[in-house]
């Protein structure tokens, strides 16, 4: 295996792991907020119970995604740092901002977000848990931001040749608003949503099919599955105009996450299928005419083959399609389990349809699943780029680091890793399996009580 080819696993791995945080702390701390308000709205204190939990769960998360995003940071000057000095003064704008608007505003806020409940007044409390959201929030935009702008560049100029080029902004509202990065952006964060959501949804079920904390899970499913299925509707949404701003700005890439290697009308969608890199095809069962469709509001009108373009652009065919096709199948899951949860919910059988709790225990694994596979699309798609139609892969590695080093650190990588991955899993574990309620807090009081009354007696 060669330099290149050790450099992108290497950080396609840690990227990947870095992932399974983020987007919880996103998608979670929009749901505080929504659980939080209605316990200031209302009152009603299994709310502020639910809001405490999952605080809890989301510092867990938060420290993790802190902790792994560094790792990043190092690979981009040590891996790939003919690349960091090529896009140094569009990212180093891009990112200095997330450091400003997003760590700051969650550093700022998050202590009083984790520990004031009960030392500062109800309403200061709600708006640190909007500011730390919002801080949130803001990192993955600028992230996406810099993401979206290897995928569609704007708003610059190369100066420079050879090694010695990079890319100076000339416009930096092109930057920003570059063509893919509204549509990039609302897919990515209604992912995030996504994710947040169906950690609910399978917490949630698993206490009430252990019959634990039951009005804690009522409250924590309801909420959930209902969200649940906006978040599903929204994102049908996102992904179609998503997938028409791809046809549009990278056509290469859609015609790989449909396996379409000739140009004809009518092109199919494909719904399951296999490819065949060396006929060139796609095997497997497909709608006619759904792709055009989809993509230009027209049956007939053909999408353009891969054989259009050179055979030196394409990316890797199957990577590509069956990580798109991934994607589409986890959201289908997703939308087969809110339907089926919220028809057992209006009929008040939830609590009784054991099989469906249990299963739903798993359904979290499905967000990750299709942000992943959303992801690797993404990605696998802008191959041979790392800069779309501007710079290569290839040339973007760093040429003084050696093969054995890249290697050497990726076994490093993934013990470390692996060794984090058990650690987070046992104590994600130990905050659920104890459960909303601090049962320590409960004792105390209890016994508390116990000596005043006593003291009162006497």
Not at 12 to 39: C, D, R
Request: glycine content about 8%; charged content about 15%; overall charge positive.
């Amino acid at each position: 295996m060669d330099l290149l080819m050790l450099s992108r696993i290497q950080f396609g791995f840690t990227a990947t792991f870095h992932y399974l945080f983020p987007p919880m702390t996103i998608g979670l701390s929009w749901m505080i907020v929504i659980i939080e308000g209605l316990y200031l709205k209302t009152g009603n204190k299994i709310y502020k119970e639910m809001a405490q939990f999952w605080v809890r769960i989301f510092a867990l998360f938060f420290a993790m995604g802190v902790a792994t995003g560094f790792v990043l940071v190092f690979a981009f000057g040590n891996n790939w740092s003919t690349f960091s000095k090529f896009v140094g003064d569009v990212f180093g704008t891009l990112l200095a901002a997330e450091g400003v608007f997003a760590f700051f505003l969650e550093g700022g806020f998050l202590g009083i977000m984790l520990f004031g409940w009960d030392r500062v007044k109800p309403w200061v409390h709600y708006l640190s848990t909007i500011l730390v959201t919002f801080g949130a929030t803001f990192s993955a935009i600028w992230i996406v931001m810099a993401n979206s702008w290897m995928q569609t560049p704007a708003g610059y100029k190369i100066i420079g040749e050879g090694a010695n080029k990079r890319a100076v902004i000339t416009s930096l509202w092109d930057v920003y608003f570059n063509p893919s990065f509204i549509d990039r952006l609302v897919h990515v964060l209604l992912g995030c949503w996504l994710v947040g959501i169906f950690l609910m949804v399978s917490v949630g079920a698993y206490y009430m099919a252990r019959k634990k904390h039951m009005e804690f899970a009522k409250f924590t499913l309801k909420l959930s599955l209902v969200t649940a299925m906006v978040a599903l509707i929204l994102q049908l949404v996102s992904a179609d105009s998503t997938a028409r701003g791809v046809a549009k700005n990278q056509p290469v890439k859609l015609a790989a996450m449909e396996g379409v290697y000739e140009t004809k009308e009518y092109t199919p969608f494909t719904v399951i299928g296999i490819v065949d890199t060396e006929n060139e095809k796609v095997y497997g069962i497909s709608i006619p005419g759904l792709l055009s469709f989809l993509t230009f509001r027209n049956f007939k009108e053909a999408i353009p083959g891969l054989n259009e373009f050179p055979k030196e652009n394409w990316p890797h065919i199957p990577s590509v399609f069956y990580s798109y096709h991934i994607m589409v199948y986890a959201w289908f899951g997703m939308l087969l389990y809110s339907i089926i949860g919220l028809i057992l919910w209006y009929r008040d059988r939830l609590e009784k349809a054991k099989w469906f709790l249990w299963t739903t225990v798993f359904s979290v694994s499905l967000p990750y699943i299709a942000n992943t596979a959303g992801w690797f699309t993404a990605e696998f798609g802008r191959q041979p780029w790392i800069v779309y139609n501007v710079m290569r892969t290839v040339e973007g590695a760093s040429r003084v680091v050696s093969r054995e080093q890249v290697l050497g650190s990726l076994i490093m990588f993934s013990v470390v890793y692996s060794i984090l991955f058990v650690l987070f899993i046992f104590l994600l574990n130990r905050k659920i399996q104890h459960g909303p309620v601090e049962e320590i807090a409960i004792l105390k009081e209890k016994h508390y009580k116990d000596i005043f009354s006593k003291g009162a007696d006497l």
